[in-house]
């Protein structure tokens, strides 16, 4: 989340707008990105009252201003669309990081306890990059997706379409607690993608790499 955050604050820079910069937030520290409750106090009251079986959360979004782009739609979307981009490169970086954790396994078993524990935080690494990735593309404000959408709506469609913004995370965190099967059918890239990176670097996976 917070590459993802940091995505966004330096693509906007990038596009001329130094609202985030301004305000800090263009940094990797990740105490500058932790919205309490939103990234605390939400995600724990959703575990404990589910049992374990339902949760959500987020980072503090980064605060931008369209206007000051260069190019308004355009760095609109780009802007939107850098926290997904990096969580894909993010989600290469750790297949690879899986294969190579294996690979030292198989020409040092003696570190294979240590190596297993390793290789299985590089493949949650590749699965909640995946998931950050495409439950963004949801087409719902506030998340990335709905950006990217409304720029494809008529004119006065957009604008009705943006006062969703006004909510907050309360519609999609609707949407994924009553309509879970909109957020599978968005997710569902991110399984395939997932199948086939493991595909291609299962033959190195250790006994506990990856969780059963």
Do not use: C
Not at 204 to 210: D, E, F, M, R
Request: proline share 9%; net charge positive; aromatic share 16%.
């Amino acid at each position: 989340m917070v590459a993802h955050e940091y995505a966004h604050a330096e693509a906007a820079y990038r596009q001329g707008d130094s609202t985030a910069y301004m305000l800090g937030r263009l940094t990797l520290n990740p105490l500058k990105h932790i919205d309490p409750f939103m990234t605390v106090i939400l995600p724990l009251f959703l575990w404990f009252q589910s049992h374990g079986a339902y949760t959500f959360g987020g980072a503090k979004p980064v605060p931008v201003n369209p206007r000051n782009y260069r190019h308004f739609v355009r760095g609109d979307v780009i802007v939107s669309l850098a926290g997904i981009a990096v969580n894909l490169v993010l989600f290469m970086i750790f297949t690879a990081l899986f294969a190579t954790v294996g690979t030292i396994a198989e020409a040092i078993p003696a570190l294979n306890p240590t190596l297993e524990i390793l290789q299985r935080m590089t493949f949650y690494g590749m699965w909640w990059n995946l998931v950050l990735a495409f439950f963004n593309l949801i087409p719902i404000p506030p998340l990335d997706g709905s950006h990217v959408f409304y720029h494809l709506l008529p004119p006065g469609a957009g604008m009705q379409y943006r006062q969703l913004q006004r909510f907050g995370f309360f519609p999609i965190l609707l949407v994924s607690y009553l309509l879970p099967g909109v957020v599978q059918f968005f997710l569902w890239p991110a399984f395939q993608l997932m199948r086939f990176a493991l595909g291609v670097v299962g033959p190195v996976a250790l006994p506990g790499g990856i969780p059963s």
